[in-house]
């Protein structure tokens, strides 16, 4: 039970924060919408379908946006050392991390696809679902990689090159779910990536952070 | 460094020389000609042995690196990134011979039909990446912990990676999926691939163990230019 306690006081730490900050939800959504434009334009006419690949382009940079600023306020403030050292399980850490950032990328995307439907096409209820998976996915894995890149130099740049290969078969259960005609087998492909990278991230994230 | 182990790593040369050396004239005087393909098919022999040998070669960071974070005893650190470091080496070679023969079946030198290029384009990437990681890190056991969680990362993500290019290739290629070798090999084919599969395992194992040894003495080095410097 203090395990859950732990890991709701350290989501509640990242929400407060980004609440009187507000630094990054704001920022990322506009982003979000921002890219959504920029495909208009780079897509030719009436390309619907490509559109619906695009929008998870635009998903999986905007999360990598979450996840690059996932650690900032405790590597800015010097904090993960004292985070670290805080008596409780360390991989609770890592689930208060995962989410909080999940909490982000939710409140980016009730912007986001919205601005979709209405730019492009109407997202049905399987696109919607593919979404909260992938976010789960993407944040899994991400706040792994963005914990073992928060200590190296050159960590903006050292991120997407750690989080794009693995967030690929993302990608492919995404994209798959929202314009194959049978989505099930593709939600079930982000289910069971969700399930894999949790448990790892839940597993090594001890090692990670441990100095 | 003791003779014991100067010594089997000379063997280890030696069999990989006798091994690749007849596995490969196996391959292309011996061996009957595919019906289909023709002769470029003979590259089967080097191309998948390689690949088979790339993944055994991350499979044993893997080890390694779990071993690293079992017992915490840093000589695992080393012989986990060693594996990786030949393992994208290999890895490299699938990328040119696979493409080589996507040249010569298809005509292009880039086939996305092609699953197991794909695959080792991803995991390319990912690897690439690992040698990134390990250089932006302060060398000590944080890195050693951080490189091995990450190899560990790279073992779970072979088989996702590979379900994904299954299934993205239903939404890519909508039509029948290429495929290259026939399931029922006959068995002079077979006895080749298993030869060269041996000689390219020996050279993995070959380049491992000398790049261990010159790794481990460069670390030796350092140290005692450190109490004498």
Known sequence: MSYLADTAAL????LLLELRGRETVPAMAAFAVSALVVFRFALPEDQTEA???????????????????????????????ALVLAPCDRSAIWLGKLAATVAFLVLVEAVALPAFSLFFER???????????????????????????????????????????????????????????????????????????????????EYVVTE | ??????????????????????????????????????????????????????????????WKALRLLWTGRERYDLESYTAVHVGVIFG??????????????????????????VLFLILFLF??????LRYSLDPGPARSRISAVYALMGVVLIPVSLLAVRLAENLV??????????????????LAFLVCLGGALALGATLYANELAGKRLDVRLRELREVLG
Not at chain 1, 11 to 14: I, L
Not at chain 1, 67 to 80: C, N, S, W
Not at chain 2, 174 to 189: E, F, N
Request: proline share 5%; hydrophobic share 55%; with cysteine.
């Open chain 1, 11 to 14: 989501a509640r730490k990242d």
């Open chain 1, 51 to 81: 559109a619906q690949g695009l929008l998870w382009v635009a998903l999986l940079f905007t999360a990598l946006l979450a996840l690059t600023r996932a650690f900032a306020a405790e590597r800015d403030q010097g904090l993960l050392d």
């Open chain 1, 123 to 205: 997202v049905d209820a399987a696109t919607v679902a593919a979404v909260a998976l992938a976010d789960v996915g993407f944040c899994a894995a991400g706040t792994l990689l963005a914990a073992m890149a928060v200590g190296g130099r050159a960590r903006e740049l050292l991120l997407p090159v750690l989080f794009l290969p693995v967030s690929l078969p993302v990608l492919v259960g995404g994209v798959g779910a929202t314009i194959a005609d049978d989505p099930g087998r593709y939600l079930a492909f982000l289910a069971l990536y969700d399930a894999i990278f949790a448990i790892l991230a839940w597993a090594g994230f």
């Open chain 2, 1 to 62: 460094m003791s003779t014991w182990s100067r010594n089997s790593r000379l063997l280890l040369a030696f069999s990989t020389v006798v091994l690749l050396g007849s596995g490969v004239a196996l391959g292309l005087l011996w061996a009957p000609e595919d019906a289909d393909q023709g002769p470029s098919q003979r590259i089967f022999y080097l191309h998948v042995p390689i690949a088979l040998t790339a993944y055994a070669l991350f499979g044993w960071a893997a």
């Open chain 2, 92 to 117: 490299v070679l699938t990328l040119v011979t696979g493409s080589i023969w996507a040249k010569a079946s298809w005509g292009h030198w880039w086939e996305w039909g092609d699953r197991q290029l």
């Open chain 2, 127 to 132: 690897y690439s990446a690992y040698f990134m």
């Open chain 2, 173 to 190: 290629h909508p039509g029948p999926i290429v495929t290259r070798t026939d399931p029922a090999l006959p068995w002079q084919m077979f």
